[in-house]
């Protein structure tokens, strides 16, 4: 910074802390602080504009750029400090700022229900407020969110901004929980509702030493817990064993919510053979979080209401068509407004399409001053739907014009071969000719001359097919088409799981790693044959996409989280995947359609065909045209490598499966903005920072798409549990079922081992719809599992003799 005035309420070392999507906002003003209360410590703040009258602040031209830009302003001016202006959008997602009041850290009570908050919320980053006495969040949602506030006991109050115009949210850069900017729509939405309900916080009073015997009561005996002296390992109740010890700690009465969770992930360290993974350990550590819950003190005869499980699959956003390359845009709007469906369901295919048709013309080289790094627009992707959800047009719109230009192909192919035919006898009697002055030349000594002879014999083929697309090859045939083609193809499948169960098959064992060779595009492929001889193709490179249905792509998720093949091709075909919401209503639209904006797209597949594919002189080996970042889109695409590969390394996308789906971002990014440049100008020689940023914006999207596709296995407690309720309510299993006899033995999908097993009763059990009961025999404790009765009297669901 320029200048050395102090910023007084704002760190500047926090920058780094804050997320980046945060930080790049450019809606930041500064602010002045006024006199503190010296009872409260608090202060009022005055917003600045850019021409700092304090009146202006919330119109556009008065913003002085993103935080960063405001931090040095503020202290170039000697303000306290930068804020954001709300209402505000990122990556098409309304942002919403929480602030919560009257916060004190030895308060256990408020700590926790900030905390369950914060949670729910998907943990995003927190910060302390300017005076010290709150903390903020900031979060996404698919919709404008009611504005809230809630007073506190002590005067103060809670306060949620998102929707309403003219307000402002100070940044403090004073880090208190790390964390992004996650999509939390539901969460946010509630915690609205509650807010504006003006209801407090329950405060009654619960004496610990009389919970304590009826808590958790299955798992606390006499008040005191010890772990085995042999470490547990899978099959030894791992998940139980730690739920059990969390709640001896909590019964316990001394350790905050976060000291359990540092204990419980110290046990499992210190007393697991088979380590849990963090999240699980976390989870059980944060089960019945509430102390002054009254459902888990009832007697085990007394049942208290049912509570609905969490959503199965996270709720992702429907795409904004503004993001896209505005050559695309409103061709995406204008179909999916006629068809009534998400955005999304024309725009990925589209851009995949739009990918292959440039194929390996173009590449982009993301870092500088690294020739060996590049990268061709040749992505993968699938549309997850159930049947009848229009997919199949969807897909067709999508792929529209890539498929016309292998209709003009096909067409122009079928032109050359007639006129091959016709031309037969004109074209024996020329070969005869050369083959006749090959044979005079020979005769007389000149080599050279019969071998050019002989050279033009041999250039004397058939039309070549150019091709775009194709939907059911034979790994051979794909192999020659590859051959003839070197721009690559894109395969095109509308149920994608029919060629995933072909890759299966006797005869395709190869298949599958073929087509992760065609992935990059970059390693040449060599088939050897006996009988059909030798088909070498340079750098082969295929676009892959698909229709999928949720069904099949869990079975695919969990059998690789289970340890099944992880060779990284269910990562590849997911990159832009989609998973959208259907909306539950429709209502026909009769408009016609933008011709003008499905011309300027056809005009743009056009183009890009038409460039030629570049060839060294030598070699005639394929030389793409290479683009780079420029300068200002390198320093942003670096900081971007730095994040993912540090939250890669240390672990803080826990769950294997999908951190090797993030860690393919680092080349899915810069493909998606050379995809972007390209489509604003198939002329480009560098990719701009706006070109980057809609690229980011694109890719922030997906990974929001992919964590509600990836959620059977980062939540696989919450699938198991879906599953064992389904399995009650059909009538498979009666009051006081024994978990081991009843489920395990019968290797249900989802259910097959212990630690499903588990996950799912506690899960259930949390929710109201079993109480787990643990029978003293003399022996090893029988364990039984009872039904609510509300299930019971479901049609299907009958009850057995109490235990």
């Known amino acids: ?69 405001a931090a040095r302003r503020a202290q170039d001016r000697g303000h306290s400090g ?25 308060d256990t009570d408020r700590m926790d229900e900030i905390m369950r908050d914060w949670n729910a919320l998907g943990q995003p980053y927190m910060e302390t407020s300017p005076s010290g006495k709150g903390l903020r969040a900031f979060v996404l949602s698919t919709t404008p969110v009611k504005d809230a506030s809630c007073g506190r006991p002590n005067g103060g109050k809670d306060e949620l901004f998102c929707s309403s115009k003219a307000r402002w949210m100070t940044v403090t850069g004073n880090e208190f929980k790390a964390g992004g900017v996650p999509e939390a729509t539901e969460a946010v939405m509630e915690i609205s509702a509650r807010w504006n309900s003006k209801k407090l916080p329950v405060t009654t009073t619960v004496n610990v ?12 005996v006499s008040g005191s817990f010890a772990w085995p002296e042999e470490k547990l390992k899978d099959g030894d109740g791992r998940e139980s064993k730690m739920l059990q010890y969390a709640g001896h700690l909590r019964s316990q009465g001394k350790y905050s919510q976060s000291e359990i969770e540092q204990l419980c992930l110290k046990a499992n360290i210190d007393h697991y053979t088979d380590l849990l993974e963090e999240s699980v350990v976390l989870d059980r550590a944060r089960r019945f979080m509430d102390k002054k819950s009254t459902s888990y003190m009832e007697p085990n005869d007394a049942w208290a209401s049912l509570q609905e499980l969490p959503p199965k699959y996270r709720a992702a ?6 993001i896209l390359p ?47 790094w590049i990268e061709y627009p040749n992505l993968w992707g699938a ?10 047009p969807s897909l067709n719109a999508g792929m529209k014009f890539i498929n016309e230009l292998e209709s003009n192909s096909q067409r122009s192919h079928a032109k050359a071969m007639a006129e091959w035919i016709s031309e037969e006898r004109i074209r024996k009697l020329q070969i005869k000719i050369l083959e006749g002055k090959a044979k005079k030349a020979l005769n007389s000594g000149d080599k050279a001359e019969a071998r050019k002879l002989l ?65 990059d595009g970059h390693q040449d492929y060599t088939d050897d044959r006996i009988k059909r001889g030798s088909h070498i193709a340079e750098g082969p490179r295929m676009a892959l996409y698909g229709n999928l249905q949720p069904a099949k792509v869990e079975k695919y998720l969990i059998d690789m989280h289970k340890g099944g093949s992880d060779d990284g091709y269910l990562q590849r075909l997911l990159q832009l995947a989609i998973q959208p919401t259907i909306p539950k209503e429709f209502d026909l639209e009769e408009s016609k359609p933008d011709l003008a904006a499905e011309d300027q797209v056809r005009r743009l597949f056009q183009a890009i065909n038409s460039i030629l594919l570049g060839r060294c002189q030598i070699t005639r080996r394929v030389v793409p045209t290479v683009l780079k970042f420029d300068p200002d889109a390198q320093i942003e695409f670096e900081e971007f490598l730095v994040s993912i590969e540090n939250k890669l390394r240390s672990g803080v996308v826990s769950n294997a499966v999908l951190a ?48 509600r596709i990836y959620n059977v296995v980062a939540r696989y407690d919450l699938a198991s549990a879906y599953e064992l309720l389904d399995r009650i309510k059909n009538g498979q299993l009666h009051d006081g079922f024994n978990p081991r006899d009843d489920i395990q033995r019968r290797e249900w999908p989802k259910l097959r081992s212990s630690g499903e097993i588990e996950a799912a009763i506690e899960l259930l059990e949390r929710h109201g719809y079993l109480k787990l009961i643990e029978e003293h025999t003399g022996g090893r404790p029988k364990r039984l599992v009872r039904i609510h009765p509300e299930l019971i009297r479901q049609k299907g669901t009958e009850a057995a003799a109490p235990p």
Not at 42 to 58: I, L
Not at 83 to 97: M, R, S, T, W
Not at 209 to 220: A, N, W
Request: charged share 25%.
């Open 1 to 69: 910074m320029n200048s050395q005035q102090e910023i007084k309420h704002f760190n500047p070392m926090g920058l780094e802390h804050i997320p980046k999507n945060l930080l790049k906002l450019r809606q930041a003003i500064t602010w002045v602080a006024g006199k503190t209360d010296p009872k409260t410590g608090k202060f009022d703040k005055f917003p600045k504009g850019k021409d700092g009258s304090g009146k202006a602040w919330p119109k556009p031209e008065q913003w002085v750029g993103n935080l960063n830009d």
């Open 82 to 106: 930068p804020g954001i202006v709300l209402p505000a959008k990122i990556d098409g997602l309304h942002l919403a700022a929480l602030d919560w009041d009257g916060v004190d850290l030895n």
């Open 209 to 220: 030493e009389s919970v304590q015997p009826k808590m958790l009561k299955h798992l606390v």
């Open 317 to 322: 956003p429907a795409m904004d068509p503004d």
């Open 326 to 372: 505005s050559v695309l845009a409103q061709y995406v709007a204008d179909c999916a407004k006629r068809m009534r469906i998400p955005a999304e369901m024309i725009a990925t295919p589209l851009l995949v399409a739009l990918g292959s048709a440039m194929g390996k013309k173009f590449c982009v080289q993301p870092r500088s001053k690294d020739p060996s």
């Open 383 to 392: 549309s997850i739907l159930p049947p009848a959800m229009l997919k199949s």
């Open 455 to 519: 050279d033009e014999v041999h250039e004397i083929k058939p039309p070549i097919r150019k091709r775009f697309v194709i939907s059911d090859a034979t790994p051979e045939a794909r192999l020659e088409i590859l051959c003839d083609n070197p721009n690559g193809i894109l395969l095109l499948r509308d149920e994608l799981d029919g060629h995933i169960a072909q890759l299966k098959k006797d005869g395709y064992e190869n298949a599958r790693a073929q087509e992760l060779q065609f992935f």
């Open 660 to 707: 090797a789906h993030f860690g393919k971002y680092r080349g899915t990014l810069p493909k998606l903005a050379l995809l972007v440049a390209l489509a604003d100008n198939p002329s480009a020689t560098s990719i701009s920072l706006n070109s980057f940023r809609q690229a980011e914006s694109l890719l922030q999207f997906f990974s929001q798409h992919a964590r």
